[in-house]
């Protein structure tokens, strides 16, 4: 089945303890990006990435770090958490190495940062 | 002004009839726009794309576009309780720019 995977689906954490969302897609997709959705905001984008070892920053960058070493896999990374980053988290693919719209989202990732 | 704009709802439509969703967007050089469904608790789900002017329709789903205007719509025919749901406007430009969706409820 095509499909986005992300883990874990919910989380609680402390601030400031590291922690990485894994995102894994298994459809051979260029593009992936990380997306944060909060009522009243809609979804922001954190990172995006054209193809392997290129990334770039979103609108909302600070405080995150993505890698993309796999075609396959583009994980999220919270050096150090804080409150502000309680959301709920979406990875997302494209087919194309662009910014084509059409994008397949994970489950989605919910964060709790006390 | 936000880049994508929406009502956020609550819009409330009765089985059977025609709901009708907007979205207006600030850069006029904008030339893709999409529309996502997100139930409750899920991810969102691209239903539609229109690239060009006019009307593009799939099921009982039509998008239409006015680059003019800078505003695009989803109407949703024969509505059912399954289309329940918040719709999300995307449009690219430059970037993709999600608006902050409108909630849609159908009511039996």
């Known amino acids: 089945e095509a499909q986005v995977t992300q883990n874990p689906r919910y989380l609680i954490t402390v601030t400031g303890k590291k922690l990485t969302v894994t995102c894994s897609q298994n459809?051979?997709?260029?593009?992936m990006s990380w997306y944060r959705q909060d009522p009243g905001l809609g979804l922001r984008q954190i990172y995006y990435?054209?193809?392997?070892?290129?990334?770039d920053k979103g609108d909302v960058p600070e405080g995150y770090k993505v890698s993309r070493k796999e075609k396959r896999n583009f994980p999220l990374i919270l050096e150090s958490p804080s409150p502000n980053q309680t959301s709920l988290y979406f990875c997302?693919?494209?087919?194309?190495?662009?910014?084509?719209?059409?994008?397949?989202f994970g489950e989605g990732s919910r964060l709790t940062v006390l | 002004q936000k880049e994508v704009e929406q009502n956020s709802g609550p819009l409330s439509v009765p089985e059977g009839a025609i709901a009708s969703l907007n979205c207006t967007y600030s850069?006029?050089?904008?030339?893709?726009f999409f529309w996502y469904r997100q139930y409750s608790g899920k991810s969102p789900e691209l239903i539609m794309s229109?690239?060009?002017?006019g009307d593009k329709e799939d099921g009982r789903f039509t998008a239409q576009l006015n680059k003019a205007s800078q505003y695009v719509s989803l109407l949703i025919r024969d509505s059912q309780p399954s289309d329940s749901a918040t719709y999300l406007c995307?449009?690219?430009?430059?970037?993709?720019?999600f608006g902050s969706g409108t909630r849609l409820s159908i009511r039996p």
């Open positions: 997302a693919s494209s087919l194309l190495a662009g910014e084509t719209g059409e994008l397949f």
């Open positions: 459809m051979n997709h260029e593009y």
């Open positions: 990435s054209m193809n392997v070892e290129v990334t």
């Open positions: 850069d006029r050089v904008s030339q893709s």
């Open positions: 229109i690239y060009s002017n």
């Open positions: 995307a449009v690219i430009s430059s970037k993709i720019i």
